[in-house]
C-alpha cells in the first residue's frame, strides 16, 4: 500500500484551488439514476470514492462518461437494480443509490453496509422513511430487498439529523406521488446542492438547508447540467495545515459562507482569516492557541474536520478539549498523533489535548479519511520524517494531495507500496 512521506518542519506558504466537494459529488451522482436523460456534471473531484460510485453506476447499466472537464451520466434504462456487498462494504455511500433505485424501477436490492471504522452507522432512518413512502423493505442474506409500486409522499420526522439519510428520502420524494415533508433533515451545503441539481432537473423542491424539506413529486424528471459546490472539508483541511505550520495561504474557488464554525475557531486559534468572493486568505504567526470544541450537525463544528483540529491542538499553547458527538470511535487518530509526541488523553467522546511544543516524526497510520488528514497536519508540523501509512484513505477524499501540499511548500512525497 502506498505511503505519504513527510519532512515537517515548514510553514505552508501560497496559493491553491479547491476542487469540488466529494460528499455533493456522491448523491448527485445516484441523482442521474432518477432520470432516463443525460445529467451532466462539471467540478466532479478526481477521487477514488467518485470512481466506485462510477463503478457501482455502471454495474447497474448506467453510461459513465468522464473526462477532467464533466462527467456525463446517461440511464436510459436500468438493467438491474442491486449494490453488491463487494462495492457497498468499501464505500458507505453506495446506500445512496437506495432512494433513487426504488423510485425509478420500483425495486432495489442493496448490501447492508456493516461494521465501520468511525462508529456503527446504521441506516434504520434511511429505512423507515422509504418505509413511510409505502416501500416494503426486507432484509435477507445481507441486502435489503425494497419494492414498492409507485412510491407516496408522507410527513417523516426523521429521529436524528442524517445527512445520506435526508438526501437519499429527497430523491426517493422527487419521484413519488404526492407531497412529502422530510422533519428534522439535514441542513448540510451538500443537501444543498443536492437539491440544486434535482430542482434543475425538474423536482419540485422547497427548504433544503433548513430543517424542513417539502417535495412535491413528479412523474419524470429530465436530464439538467450541474456544477458541483466546492468542498468545505478540503478547504477547512488546508486552513487548519496552514494554521498549525504558522503559515500564510490563499485558497481560491472555495465557499467561505460554508465554513463559518471552521473560520471562526481558526480565528479563535489566533489566525487572521479574511474571505472575498470566492477567496479565503489565512495567516498565523506562531503558536496557535487552544480551542475546544464539538462537533454537531451543520450549521455546527463538522465532524469531518475534527481529526484537522486535533492536530492543531497537539501543538497549541494550553489545553483543548475536543467532543465527538456524532460518530461514537472517532477518536483513532488521536492514539496515532501520541506516537508523534502529542499530549492527548481520551475520557469517552471527549479527548482532552494539551498543546505541547514539537511534535516528532513518526510511522503512522489511520483507518479512516478524515483522520489521516488529520495525521497529515500533524506530520507537517513534526520535526523530522512522518510516513502516513494507507494513503488510499487520503485518495477517497483529497484531490492531487500532494500536488496542493507541495505547490504550498510542503516537502511531501508518494512512497509506491515496497519501496519503504
Ligand atoms: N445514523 C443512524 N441511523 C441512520 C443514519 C445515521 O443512527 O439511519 C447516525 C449515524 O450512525 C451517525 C449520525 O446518525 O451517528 C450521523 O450520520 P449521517 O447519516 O449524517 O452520516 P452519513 O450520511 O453516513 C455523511 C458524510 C460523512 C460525514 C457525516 C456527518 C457523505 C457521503 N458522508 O455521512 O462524511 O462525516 O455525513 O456529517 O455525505 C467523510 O467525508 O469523511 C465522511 C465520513
Same mark, same amino acid.
Given at each position: 500500500?502506498?505511503?505519504?512521506?513527510?519532512?515537517?518542519?515548514?510553514?505552508?506558504?501560497?496559493?491553491?484551488?479547491?476542487?469540488?466537494?466529494?460528499?455533493?459529488?456522491?448523491?448527485?451522482?445516484?441523482?442521474?439514476?432518477?432520470?432516463?436523460?443525460?445529467?451532466?456534471?462539471?467540478?466532479?473531484?478526481?477521487?477514488?470514492?467518485?470512481?466506485?460510485?462510477?463503478?457501482?453506476?455502471?454495474?447497474?447499466?448506467?453510461?459513465?462518461?468522464?473526462?477532467?472537464?464533466?462527467?456525463?451520466?446517461?440511464?436510459?434504462?436500468?438493467?438491474?437494480?442491486?449494490?453488491?456487498?463487494?462495492?457497498?462494504?468499501?464505500?458507505?455511500?453506495?446506500?445512496?443509490?437506495?432512494?433513487?433505485?426504488?423510485?425509478?424501477?420500483?425495486?432495489?436490492?442493496?448490501?447492508?453496509?456493516?461494521?465501520?471504522?468511525?462508529?456503527?452507522?446504521?441506516?434504520?432512518?434511511?429505512?423507515?422513511?422509504?418505509?413511510?413512502?409505502?416501500?416494503?423493505?426486507?432484509?435477507?442474506?445481507?441486502?435489503?430487498?425494497?419494492?414498492?409500486?409507485?412510491?407516496?409522499?408522507?410527513?417523516?420526522?426523521?429521529?436524528?439529523?442524517?445527512?445520506?439519510?435526508?438526501?437519499?428520502?429527497?430523491?426517493?420524494?422527487?419521484?413519488?406521488?404526492?407531497?412529502?415533508?422530510?422533519?428534522?433533515?439535514?441542513?448540510?451545503?451538500?443537501?444543498?446542492?443536492?437539491?440544486?441539481?434535482?430542482?434543475?432537473?425538474?423536482?419540485?423542491?422547497?427548504?433544503?438547508?433548513?430543517?424542513?424539506?417539502?417535495?412535491?413529486?413528479?412523474?419524470?424528471?429530465?436530464?439538467?447540467?450541474?456544477?458541483?459546490?466546492?468542498?468545505?472539508?478540503?478547504?477547512?483541511?488546508?486552513?487548519?495545515?496552514? @494554521?498549525?505550520?504558522? #503559515?500564510?495561504? $490563499? *485558497?481560491? /474557488? %472555495?465557499?467561505?459562507? =460554508?465554513? !463559518?464554525?471552521?473560520?471562526?475557531?481558526?480565528?479563535?486559534?489566533?489566525?487572521?482569516?479574511?474571505?472575498?468572493?470566492?477567496?479565503?486568505?489565512?495567516?498565523?504567526?506562531?503558536?496557535?492557541?487552544?480551542?475546544?470544541?464539538?462537533?454537531?450537525?451543520?450549521?455546527?463544528?463538522?465532524?469531518?474536520?475534527?481529526?484537522?483540529?486535533?492536530?492543531?491542538?497537539?501543538?497549541?499553547?494550553?489545553?483543548?478539549?475536543?467532543?465527538?458527538?456524532?460518530?461514537?470511535?472517532?477518536?483513532?487518530?488521536?492514539?496515532?498523533?501520541?506516537?508523534?509526541?502529542?499530549?492527548?488523553?481520551?475520557?469517552?467522546?471527549? @479527548?482532552?489535548?494539551? #498543546?505541547?511544543? $514539537? *511534535?516528532? /516524526? %513518526?510511522?503512522?497510520? =489511520?483507518? !479512516?479519511?478524515?483522520?489521516?488528514?488529520?495525521?497529515?497536519?500533524?506530520?507537517?508540523?513534526?520535526?523530522?520524517?512522518?510516513?502516513?501509512?494507507?494513503?488510499?484513505?487520503?485518495?477517497?477524499?483529497?484531490?492531487?494531495?500532494?500536488?496542493?501540499?507541495?505547490?504550498?511548500?510542503?516537502?511531501?512525497?508518494?512512497?509506491?507500496?515496497?519501496?519503504?
Amino acid at each position: 500500500m502506498d505511503k505519504l512521506r513527510i519532512t515537517g518542519g515548514r510553514p505552508l506558504e501560497g496559493e491553491i484551488r479547491i476542487s469540488g466537494a466529494k460528499n455533493a459529488a456522491l448523491p448527485i451522482l445516484c441523482a442521474a439514476l432518477l432520470t432516463a436523460k443525460p445529467l451532466t456534471l462539471t467540478n466532479v473531484p478526481a477521487l477514488r470514492d467518485v470512481s466506485t460510485m462510477a463503478k457501482l453506476l455502471g454495474e447497474m447499466g448506467l453510461s459513465v462518461k468522464r473526462s477532467p472537464e464533466r462527467t456525463v451520466l446517461h440511464a436510459p434504462s436500468i438493467e438491474d437494480p442491486t449494490a453488491s456487498y463487494d462495492l457497498v462494504k468499501t464505500m458507505r455511500a453506495s446506500v445512496l443509490v437506495l432512494g433513487p433505485l426504488l423510485a425509478r424501477c420500483g425495486r432495489a436490492k442493496v448490501s447492508l453496509p456493516g461494521g465501520c471504522a468511525i462508529g456503527a452507522r446504521p441506516v434504520d432512518q434511511h429505512v423507515t422513511g422509504l418505509e413511510a413512502m409505502g416501500a416494503t423493505i426486507a432484509i435477507e442474506h445481507g441486502y435489503m430487498h425494497a419494492t414498492a409500486e409507485r412510491l407516496r409522499g408522507a410527513r417523516i420526522v426523521m429521529d436524528l439529523v442524517t445527512v445520506t439519510g435526508t438526501e437519499n428520502l429527497m430523491m426517493a420524494a422527487a419521484l413519488a406521488e404526492g407531497e412529502t415533508l422530510i422533519e428534522n433533515a439535514a441542513r448540510e451545503p451538500e443537501v444543498v446542492d443536492l437539491a440544486r441539481c434535482l430542482t434543475a432537473m425538474g423536482a419540485k423542491i422547497q427548504g433544503a438547508g433548513s430543517p424542513v424539506i417539502r417535495i412535491t413529486g413528479v412523474r419524470t424528471l429530465g436530464g439538467a447540467e450541474h456544477r458541483v459546490v466546492p468542498d468545505r472539508i478540503e478547504t477547512g483541511t488546508y486552513l487548519a495545515a496552514a @494554521a498549525a505550520t504558522g #503559515g500564510k495561504v $490563499r *485558497l481560491t /474557488g %472555495a465557499v467561505p459562507d =460554508a465554513l !463559518d464554525a471552521t473560520l471562526d475557531k481558526l480565528r479563535e486559534a489566533g489566525a487572521t482569516v479574511a474571505t472575498t468572493g470566492d477567496s479565503i486568505e489565512l495567516q498565523m504567526s506562531g503558536r496557535p492557541t487552544a480551542v475546544s470544541l464539538r462537533t454537531a450537525p451543520y450549521p455546527g463544528f463538522a465532524t469531518d474536520m475534527q481529526a484537522q483540529f486535533m492536530a492543531l491542538a497537539t501543538v497549541a499553547h494550553g489545553t483543548a478539549v475536543i467532543t465527538e458527538t456524532i460518530f461514537e470511535n472517532r477518536f483513532m487518530h488521536a492514539l496515532e498523533m501520541q506516537r508523534l509526541g502529542a499530549d492527548i488523553r481520551l475520557e469517552g467522546n471527549t @479527548a482532552i489535548v494539551n #498543546g505541547v511544543a $514539537r *511534535l516528532q /516524526g %513518526a510511522r503512522v497510520m =489511520a483507518t !479512516d479519511l478524515r483522520a489521516s488528514a488529520g495525521l497529515v497536519i500533524a506530520g507537517l508540523v513534526a520535526e523530522g520524517e512522518t510516513v502516513v501509512d494507507r494513503v488510499y484513505q487520503l485518495d477517497r477524499g483529497y484531490e492531487a494531495l500532494e500536488n496542493k501540499l507541495s505547490a504550498l511548500g510542503a516537502r511531501v512525497e508518494r512512497v509506491r507500496s515496497g519501496l519503504l
